[in-house]
């Protein structure tokens, strides 16, 4: 009972093929790949916004050096 043999296999395979059918696992394997590959997409999109904003206040810098020193 430690392992299986190749009949256990081929009995897993049959009901895999049944449920799904020949051409449904290579479509769902397909859409598998397109959603890891978007998901990295999204990360190094991500990544390389972060790099690129800037860090900006809606007033000019001397306005708040001026309410700065008037406190």
């Known amino acids: ?6 009949w256990h296999w081929l009995i ?3 009901v895999v093929l049944l ?3 020949r051409g449904k696992i290579p479509e769902l394997m397909g859409d598998m ?3 890891i590959k978007n998901f990295r ?3 190094t999109d991500e ?3 972060a790099k690129t904003v800037e860090h900006r206040t809606d007033e000019p810098v001397g306005e708040v050096k001026q309410k700065a020193s008037k406190s």
Not at 1 to 6: A, D, E, H, L, Q
Request: net charge neutral; no cysteine; proline share 0%.
């Open 33 to 35: 790949a397109k959603g």
């Open 47 to 49: 990544a390389e916004e």
């Open 19 to 21: 449920l799904f059918g």
């Open 41 to 43: 997409k999204g990360m």
């Open 12 to 14: 897993v395979l049959v």
């Open 1 to 6: 009972m430690g392992s299986f043999s190749i």
